[in-house]
């Protein structure tokens, strides 16, 4: 007895034309097109994911080296004068500072600034 697969590849299909929902011209209608712009969209998520880590670590650090510049000190000073004083603050929580609490943040310049 022979085995019929189209309920299978419809269910399949309909997986991959859902995924693709919103995409352009035969990208979302032919499924052999859809299938190529799945799976690249899917590497492009996962580049993407990679990437946003390191767009938001520099944005800290843009942040930080601004606000320190203000208080006379260099970023990768400001960052070494931490490390002595075992002040353990990463770079988002600085950035963090310097939006919503800059009083704090400035606190913690002075005693990067007082550590030789």
Do not use: C
């Not at 052999?32 to 690249?40: G, I, N, P, S």
């Not at 075992?86 to 007082?114: G, H, M, T, Y």
């Amino acid at each position: 007895m022979r085995v019929k697969r189209g309920v299978t590849a419809h269910a399949k299909h309909k997986k991959i034309f859902r995924a693709n929902k919103g995409y352009r011209m035969t990208k979302r209608r032919l499924i052999r097109v859809a299938t190529q712009a799945y799976l690249h969209a899917g590497e492009y998520a996962y580049a993407g994911r990679k990437l946003k880590k390191r767009d938001f670590r520099r944005l800290w650090i843009t942040r930080i080296s601004e606000a320190v510049k203000q208080n006379g000190l260099s970023y990768s000073m400001f960052m070494h004068r931490l490390k002595e004083a075992n002040i353990a603050v990463d770079r988002k929580i600085l950035a963090n500072l310097i939006l919503e609490n800059p009083e704090a943040f400035a606190q913690i310049v002075d005693k990067a600034k007082s550590v030789n």
